[in-house]
């Protein structure tokens, strides 16, 4: 792997996203970009635009709980490397005031400005936009404000966690909101697991109330 900076991008992590992203394109498959720490973001974003620019099948996570976010959609909906892949989440980090919105309500309130903004980008075509959220309120208040806007129900997607909201999954997908439930494999996927459960307490309380939801 060659080390060393370009613009801020590490050179080894462009050139080994850029080899994944050309092998996925023969299987017309689109690889992912998730979003770490704050630490990572702006590191995470210029990798994402760079490579993008060149392989169309790139997408990228977005954290509504961060402050910056607002302005990081707008420079990615504007950027000149064509119609963006971005998959919208609220956020999992222990991160400071100054950085996140603490409060549920605010992140909640964040998450809902900026789905208006991706479905106001979808209504224009082009752009592949996906939800990822087990909120029900959210889902609702999403569908509700696609409907309004007139953008199709096929236009945007939803992606939950396997065993998360199992209901609700095959409810959008009946309605005929595209759905994708996700899983980690692999053999770091309990270290990972425990890894995003100990980012964020109150992830915990959410995952025991949905394991014995019925």
């Known amino acids: 792997m060659t080390v060393g900076t370009f613009d ?3 050179l080894g992590h462009r050139r080994v996203l850029e080899e994944i992203a050309t092998r996925a394109a023969a299987y017309a498959s689109c690889v992912w970009v998730d979003m770490e720490g704050s630490p990572y973001t702006q590191a995470t974003l210029d990798l994402y635009e760079r490579v993008h620019a060149a392989h169309a099948n790139t997408g990228l996570c977005i954290q509504a709980y961060l402050r910056r976010t607002a302005a990081d959609l707008e420079g990615l909906l ?3 490397a064509g119609a963006p892949r971005l998959r919208l989440v609220k956020g999992a980090y222990a991160e400071p005031a100054t950085l996140a919105f603490a409060r549920k309500s605010e992140v909640d309130a964040s998450y809902l400005s900026l789905a208006d903004r991706m479905l106001e980008a979808a209504g224009g ?3 592949r936009l996906i939800f990822g959220t087990h909120d029900l309120g959210t889902i609702q208040r999403i569908c509700e404000r696609a ?3 007139g953008v ?3 236009a945007f997607e939803f992606q939950m966690l396997y065993g ?3 209901e609700e999954q095959v409810r959008l ?3 005929g909101y595209p759905t994708r439930v996700l899983i980690s494999y ?3 996927w309990f270290p990972w697991y425990m890894r995003r459960l100990a980012e964020r307490p109150a992830n915990l309380g959410f995952v025991l109330r949905n394991a014995f939801r019925r």
Do not use: K
Request: glycine fraction near 24%; proline fraction near 4%; charged fraction near 10%.
């Open 8 to 10: 801020g991008v590490h």
């Open 78 to 80: 504007a950027g000149a």
């Open 125 to 127: 075509g082009g752009a």
């Open 147 to 149: 409907a309004a806007r």
């Open 152 to 154: 199709a129900r096929g």
């Open 164 to 166: 998360i909201q199992r």
């Open 173 to 175: 997908a009946a309605q």
């Open 186 to 188: 692999g053999p770091a």
